[in-house]
C-alpha cells in the first residue's frame, strides 16, 4: 500500500507557474502508475494527468496539454506535476493518486486506490 502527501499549491498570478510534488511512502511506489486529478467547487474531479510506473509514458488531459508537465523520481518516491501558464481555470484541488494496474494509465478515478489529501492552488487574473 502507498500513502500519498501532496504538497507545492498556493496563490499565483494567470501566466505563472507552480511545481506541485506528492511523496509516497509504502514500498510499492515504484511498481505504480501514479495520475494526478483535479477538483474545482461545484465540479467533479477531472483527470489531469497521469504516468507509467518507469516514467516512460505519459497522459495528459486535453486542457493542460502543452502546459502541464507530469515527472517521477523513483529513487526519492516522489511524483512532480509542473504547471506553467496558468489559467484562473486551473483553481482547484490538486490529487495525486496511486493506479491499481502497473500495465495502464487511467483517465477515470475508478482505476486509482490510493489518494493524496489534496493540495490547492488559486490563479487569480
Known amino acids: 500500500q502507498v500513502q500519498l502527501v501532496e504538497s507545492g499549491g498556493g496563490l499565483v498570478q494567470a501566466g505563472g507557474s507552480l511545481r506541485l510534488s506528492c511523496a509516497a511512502s509504502g514500498r510499492t511506489f515504484s511498481s505504480s502508475t501514479m495520475g494526478w486529478f483535479r477538483q474545482a467547487p461545484g465540479k467533479e474531479r477531472e483527470f489531469v494527468a497521469g504516468i507509467s510506473w518507469s516514467g516512460g509514458y505519459t497522459v495528459y488531459a486535453d486542457s493542460v496539454k502543452g502546459r502541464f508537465t507530469i515527472s517521477r523520481d523513483n529513487s526519492e518516491n516522489t511524483v512532480y506535476l509542473q504547471m506553467n501558464s496558468l489559467k484562473p481555470e486551473d483553481t482547484a484541488v490538486y490529487y495525486c493518486?496511486?493506479?491499481?494496474?502497473?500495465?495502464?494509465?487511467?483517465?477515470?478515478?475508478?482505476?486509482?486506490?490510493?489518494w493524496g489529501q489534496g493540495t490547492q492552488v488559486t490563479v487569480s487574473s
Open positions: 493518486a496511486a493506479g491499481t494496474n502497473p500495465r495502464l494509465i487511467p483517465k477515470t478515478d475508478s482505476g486509482y486506490d490510493t
